[in-house]
T-cell receptor, first 114, second 112 residues
Framework: KAGVTQTPRYLIKTRGQQVTLSCSPISGHRSVSWYQQTPGQGLQFLFEYFSETQRNKGNFPGRFSGRQFSNSRSEMNVSTLELGDSALYLC?????????????FGQGTRLTVV | QQQVKQSPQSLIVQKGGISIINCAYENTAFDYFPWYQQFPGKGPALLIAIRPDVSEKKEGRFTISFNKSAKQFSLHIMDSQPGDSATYFCAASNRYGNKLVFGAGTILRVKS
């Protein structure tokens, strides 16, 4: 079974630009969550989508948005990029997203904002 | 109330020794406690997880001990090997979806 696939692996963007990251979950998984990982703040939850609906949202500004498609693939968008947005962005998928459901992470997209 | 506090920040253990990482939480709504292992350049990988209705869970060399009254849980790695050298994260989530709250991480180095 293929794992969680995130594209691209690496991105370099300029301040003020916007970026879209993509995540393909494990086949059959309907829940996709996004996390930001930085050396200073660690792993922080951005949002979770289940069956195309945002079910949970973390404490990030509105510049961070996401969506999920009918095939469970998800995209995350960051607008008006800031230097502080430089991070590893991780996507995790789980089968039904209920309590205690195992979440499997992709390798992440390394975003550098210059 | 959403925090998970993890200690130590870093740990050096001799090959064959026991590695112990501790976590504490405050939110009593948490009811799922996974541990993740992350190697450089990789995403976190689920290692082992526990629900609060059991006090201990063992899978191979990895054991989670859970103390519900103290709101603490820990990871024990028995017979630690150099290949276990990685960053370990504890996490917690409640029953309302799949939002994981992570500890700050522990960098484990196993010396051969």
């Amino acid at each position: 079974k293929a794992g969680v696939t995130q594209t691209p692996r690496y991105l370099i963007k300029t301040r003020g630009q916007q970026v879209t990251l993509s995540c393909s979950p494990i086949s059959g998984h309907r829940s996709v969550s996004w996390y930001q990982q930085t050396p200073g703040q660690g792993l922080q939850f951005l949002f979770e989508y289940f069956s195309e609906t945002q079910r949970n949202k973390g404490n990030f500004p509105g510049r961070f948005s996401g969506r999920q498609f009918s095939n469970s693939r998800s995209e995350m968008n960051v607008s008006t990029l800031e230097l502080g947005d430089s991070a590893l962005y991780l996507c995790a998928s789980s089968s039904r997203g209920g309590p205690g459901t195992e979440a499997f992470f992709g390798q992440g997209t390394r975003l550098t904002v210059v | 109330q959403q925090q998970v506090k993890q200690s130590p920040q870093s740990l050096i253990v001799q090959k064959g020794g026991i590695s112990i990482i501790n976590c504490a939480y405050e939110n009593t709504a948490f009811d799922y406690f996974p541990w993740y292992q992350q190697f450089p350049g990789k995403g976190p990988a689920l290692l082992i997880a526990i629900r609060p209705d059991v006090s201990e869970k063992k899978e191979g060399r990895f054991t989670i001990s859970f103390n519900k009254s103290a709101k603490q849980f820990s990871l024990h790695i028995m017979d630690s090997q150099p290949g276990d050298s990685a960053t370990y994260f504890c996490a917690a989530s409640n029953r309302y979806g799949n939002k994981l709250v992570f500890g700050a991480g522990t960098i484990l180095r196993v010396k051969s």
